[in-house]
């Protein structure tokens, strides 16, 4: 298989682990699974693309799909690089304020009430829900999507208005492919995401207090611990890593209908569900690695199958291989399992000291 | 209002509990300075609840609480920490997967390094068997040295007032009395200290001043040494005849 | 006069179908504390047995009479061949008409029974959101699985089966089938409030409420959990043959987006047995009730002419879509209203009534109540 074959695997594969990481982050702090949480990456790439589209049209700016070079490397930048990093802050600040407003507005005071767990998480649905709402209102025609056709006809190409409406990606020389400058950044933010996240919850003092705070609540806080407040920088940094991915995605697939509440995309909460449980729901490191796994397994291991096995229809079957690999963590692998260690702790708060 | 200096809290017409449930009426109390206060009580007397009031894991209903010279009712329960307070919890009171040196470089998170530093070497000379065991996982600690590791997570962060709740549950007698000579040495070191025991006469021994709880209310108060005295008080909520 | 029927119409079918569909679930997640986010699957099963079982059947009946049925036509051209047997066999073959409704209620209940005992064995090892995200992983590979098979949901999951038309034989089927869903709904309802009363339903809550206590009586917590599983499932199918039987929200088809809708057939349900209250049969039955009055009849209907007062199109808002927000708004808000002002629900878990107090004072069966602590 050749080399640009794992670009669409890696894509995806790095965008599921960058979703899966958050829903280990919130729910090792909360304890509650967040059904909003890949609706962040939706609502953050909406504002992104708004964002991104208005500064086309206001600034009349053109596409310049010629092949650039800066020190021996080639690329292709169509749109200029400030409208990029603009739209990624838009997505990241949107994904985490959206994350942060789920967690103060509304998990914070249902724990208050004493709600358990399982009433919290059906809460974050009933957030999903007015995200949808929200969706819907504003992703049609005005809003967005005569923006779109009013920037593309000013960018002169067809690429906005009509067919795909994904957004103008950048390319870079790597060996003799142009890749995706998506693809590559995608891949970046994965693994530098890794190596600040260990970074921070190893090494420094909010690393130190996310974990006491984590271990045992009760005592971070009467150590002088503000534990809401280090479990909302958690839910923050969640949200902000899924407005990241969001942005990324308006590069991958149609946007609009990547924003769309409706569409068959959204399936993609389960499989990164199932990055975070396959990974390790109580480990950072594991939720990014499981992710990843998850989106090989999704985009390349299954149709690598189908071609051995000259099955090409087993392609469309690649979630019902994820659904296996949950299913098989959740009852066989003792390891990164954390569900029966948890309910043996939730017995054990019940039933006193052991 | 202003305390008299040689009381560093106050409770004043405490009515509290958790949520709406009840459990503390009409509490009036005064800490003194240097001194070990002891709350003795029978099961669900409410010492439990009235340290959580103390440091703000408790819903209070009505009435104050003061703590020098200030009034901290509405104040969170991790301000507390920072204000002088310390809490030694009845349960879950150190992180077990972490080790001995871990929790205590925990609990001086606040601290810079070279004093926590100092502060562990002083815990030390009072729990020597810490020392002993500082890699070793708290969760695999005995009962005895869990309970010592757990007033040294207090007792490293210097607090001007410490709530220690039940250290002495579930130890052996000999245990128990180590533990309790380990806080007279503190309350003799000029530490303000609230002990909640269940083990009343271990308690009363130790304390100066006693606080008897029965039912969510203030039954009899009075120097330690005294309330130990009062027979009708050992047979009717201390089970001590 | 004719909209107002068809609008009673369309309310009654919501009530019937909703309420057959969330007291399954409130039996398995209100009762036994199981929580099933994977309902839908359950519910799908219904509508297969209908979509797919039933028309071959039928079609197998038919192809002797009538030109141009066949038993593959049923998936190969599968709007045609429906067609053909909804215009000239099915009118004309009232008895055939009937037996297949029973057997299609039958089956459903058969298959969703079958699916939930073997869903019940994870839930058996898993407990709380582990068990729910299980569920629901399970659910979504079982859409996937029926979305692209072609012999099952036929060959697009947007259009999927057209569904026989079992009440053609009446003078008027879309009354007929109102009727039968909402005696459906009855008929379901009245055996849920028997069995909150019998000692399985007793048994369901006290093993929620205390595992130990419960194994202590000598019940085996396993098997209670898994009979909760069974019938609650079995319900969700019985649902999904009424919704399939019933014009007005299946529309006279079956197709893999709507029937394993986990939006529609897992969430929505979860919504009403939390604005109901958890566990209580009656409160689902008034939360159905006033979500698919206020839903289909304002919110639905009304959404359009809200959207124009708003001036929504001139902000370039699609009026369609907004009805459509509308709707998960409204959902939305009943979830975090209720979780905030009513944990318990518009008519919290009654206690048993049948439970003679006698039975208590002997130790044979513990209050629920007292064994929280
Ligand atoms: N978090 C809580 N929520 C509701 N009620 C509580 C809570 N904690 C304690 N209670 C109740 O408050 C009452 C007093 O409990 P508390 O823990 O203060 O007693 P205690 O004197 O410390 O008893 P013990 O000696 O057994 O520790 C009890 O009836 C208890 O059930
Ligand atoms: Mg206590």
New binding site residues.
Partial sequence: MGFAAFMAPLYYASILSLLSVGITLSYMTTKVFNFAHVRYATVAAYFAAATMLTLIVHHHITLNAATRTIGGIQYIMPLPGWIYVVGFVVASIVGGLVSIFLYYAILKPLERKGLPPLALMISTLGFDFLLVAFLFIFMSEKPIINLAAKASSIIGTVNFASLGLDFTDAYIRIGNTMVRGSVLGALVLAVVTTIVLTFLTRKTKLGIMMRSSIENPNLALVLGVNVDRVFAIAWFLAGLIAGMAGFLLLFGTSFLKFISPTSPYNSIVVSVFAGSIVGGIFNVEGSIGGGFLIGLIEKWFVPWLAAVLSMPSLIKYNKVFSMFAVALTLLFIPEGLASIRFSKFRKKKGGGEA | MTLNDNVVLKLENINA???K?H?LFDMNLEVPKGKITVLV??????????L?TIFGLATIHSGKVYYRNKDITKVPAHQRAKMGMAYTL?LFNIFSSLTVKENLVLATYDIPESEAKKRMEEVFQLFPRLKERLFQKAGTLSGGERQMLAISISLVRKPELMLL??PTAGLAPKLAKEVFQAIRQLGDQGYTIIL?E?NAKGALETGDEAVL?AS?RIVAKGKASELLERKDLAKMYLGLI | MTNFVILAEQILSFIGIYYIVSIGLNLKAGHMGIPDFGHAMFFAMGGIVVGNIVSHLAAAVAAKSIPGVTVAGVIASNTKTLTIMNRQFFPHHPFLDIGLIILALILSTLLGGFLGWIASLPALRLRGEFLAILLLTVAEGLRVIFTYTKSLMGSTPTVGLSTPALFSWTHNSGVAATVFTIIMALIVYAFVERLHNSPAGRLFRAARDDEDATEALGKNVVTVRRDAMIIGSALAGIAGTVYALNPFLGGGSVAAVSIFNRVWWTFWPWALIILGGMASNKGTGLATIIVGVSLIWPVRLYSFKVAQLLHASALGINPDQFANALEYAFIGLIILIVQASLPRGIIPEPPSRTLPFEKYAKGRILPPESKKK
């Fill in positions: 509990g958790y949520g449930f459990v009580g029978p099961n669900g007397a409410g010492k439990t609840t009235t959580n009845q709740d039940e909640a269940q709880i969510g």
